[in-house]
């Protein structure tokens, strides 16, 4: 029998076999298409895809609890490390990346992440990917995935980092960016914003740059909050879950645990919210004040997470809390937060530039700027590759206005605690020391000082030099937030 290829290239004589449909790599592959084609978030987009999966029948592509957190690993997985499977596979592909169809390179990602980034046999992660590539690309393209990968499989991840990174004598942020899968410049962003290595860093206790750029590609527990006066952490507690590492009210979900399942969660007197967001709010309602402590501000509020917790903290002390929010859509997001809350609250949509309030008249004001997101990092794993440097440019106008009318709205004696969740300096002290510079120099009488919010956060360790803190998750398990603590003092 000829073995000559016919026109189509299949052997002559080899019956033509329908591709085989995963359901588990099909899934995937849309999730990745919706993130490149939409700018959708996969934090987003996955959740509903997998529930909808889940209830249908396997015959007809139904995917079990195993599956779905397949599924995940491979789309966070690969768009984690999007930059260095990109520079890995444009070792292997004889033409530019940007001429290589976006749905082609999705596939290749998807086959790269599951040769380099997990413990999938190679025969059986090549074989998985040509076969989706069968199904989604059609058979011609998926030749082409079938050899571009095995020439990726020709190594492992390690092997092939030695070869594209440059040594770290040489070069140490281009080193670190594709060893750990950041873009450059967030590497260098970062390791600013970490300052030298710890004496316990140096002690070889973690707190480096490689320990964050790793914990940063970790996904993060599920934390829960107990919402005072409204649930306590013995109600969210189980065989199930652990203590907090820091906050009182947290609770940390172990893996595969379910938040929406609790009745605690479904009825809003608990929620998932990350610890480091409870701490900065906690440290914002802890500071000490001298007069009244009757009205308290959350400027930037939606969706709601912070506003709900400091809603129940106020409730507590008899304080009301005004909610703002620029967005009416995020506005309703913070009325349903609220919603049961014991103490007295409203939500405004209004733009904190432009208050809808008189200034001077709350004895606490919390303002979470909007930022670049760079110490979420962990939760969105697109985000890092979608961040440009000139990002910063747009936020920091509305930074510096935000912070300049949360201490307008502050009464003299009050406090202002400034939150960004990216550690990047030029979000935080950068902003903070002009705001405060600007007011120096006004004329119209008011002036602010830096609290040490420290001392606001007892039993956390490596807070750093102060006044401000910023938290980290390679140290604290926590998002990457930042909080200065002002006191208006004029
Ligand atoms: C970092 S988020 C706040 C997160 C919130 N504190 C929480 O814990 O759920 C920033 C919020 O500020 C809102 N925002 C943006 N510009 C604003 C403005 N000029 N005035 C008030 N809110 C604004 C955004 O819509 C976004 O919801």
Redesign the pocket.
């Known amino acids: 029998m000829s073995t000559q290829p016919r026109r189509g290239g299949r052997p002559a004589g080899r019956p033509y076999r329908r591709p085989r449909k995963d359901p588990v790599r099909i899934l995937a592959f849309e999730a990745l298409r919706a993130v490149d084609e939409r700018d959708a978030y996969a934090n987003l987009v996955l959740p509903p895809m997998l529930r909808k999966a889940r209830e249908k029948d396997p015959a007809e592509g139904g995917i079990d609890a195993r599956d779905a957190a397949l599924a995940t690993e491979l789309v966070y997985g690969t768009l984690r490390r999007q930059g260095t499977y990109d520079a890995i596979i444009a070792e292997c592909v004889d033409r530019p990346l940007r001429e290589v169809d976006p749905p082609v390179l999705d596939v290749l990602s998807l086959g790269a992440h599951q040769l380099l980034g997990t413990r999938i046999p190679r025969h059986a992660a090549v074989s998985a990917t040509v076969e989706l590539a069968r199904v989604v690309l059609g058979d011609g393209r998926a030749k082409f995935v079938n050899a571009v990968l095995r020439r990726v499989a020709a190594d492992d991840l390690d092997g092939w980092l030695d070869r594209i990174a440059p040594p770290y004598d040489e070069d140490p942020e281009e080193h670190l960016a594709l060893r750990y899968a950041h873009p450059r410049w967030v590497v260098s962003a970062l390791w600013d914003a970490l300052g030298a290595p710890s004496a316990a860093a140096q002690g070889g206790g973690g707190g480096d740059i490689t320990d964050l750029l790793e914990a940063d590609n970790e996904r993060p527990e599920v934390t829960l909050v107990a919402r005072p006066g409204r649930c306590t952490t013995d109600e969210l507690s189980s065989e199930e879950t652990l203590p907090g590492r820091w906050s009182p009210y947290a609770v940390r979900l172990a893996e595969g645990g379910e938040p929406g399942a609790l009745d605690a969660v479904r009825e809003g007197r608990a929620g998932v919210q990350d610890e480091g967001?409870q701490l900065v709010a906690l440290a914002m309602a802890a500071a000490p004040l001298d007069g009244p402590d009757e009205r308290w501000l959350?400027?930037?509020?939606?969706?709601?997470?912070?506003?709900a917790l400091l809603g129940a903290l106020a409730a507590e002390r008899g304080a009301a809390l005004l909610a703002?929010?620029?967005?009416p859509h995020?506005a309703r997001l913070?009325a349903r937060?609220l919603e049961g809350n014991p103490g007295p609250w409203a939500v405004v949509a209004?733009?904190?530039?432009r208050p809808a309030w008189r200034p001077g008249g709350f004895d606490r004001v919390?303002v979470?700027?909007?930022?670049t997101g760079l110490g979420a990092l962990r939760r969105r794993p697109e985000a890092r590759w979608r961040r440009r440097p000139e990002d910063l440019a747009g936020f920091a106008p509305?930074q510096r206005?935000?912070l300049r009318q949360a201490v307008a709205a502050a009464r003299p004696g009050g406090v202002v605690a400034y939150?960004?969740?990216s550690p990047h300096l030029a979000e935080t002290r950068a902003v903070v020391d002009d705001v405060l510079r600007g007011l120096r120099k006004e004329s119209d009488g008011t002036a602010a000082e830096l609290l040490d919010a420290r001392e606001l956060l007892p039993g956390v360790p490596a807070l750093g030099e102060g006044p401000d803190i910023q938290l980290w998750p390679h140290l604290h398990g926590t998002d990457a937030m930042y909080l200065a603590l002002l006191r208006r003092t004029a």
């Open positions: 967001s959350d400027m930037c509020a939606g969706p709601g997470g912070k506003a703002a929010e620029k967005q995020r913070v937060a209004s733009d904190g530039t919390l979470d700027v909007p930022c509305l206005g935000l939150v960004t969740c």
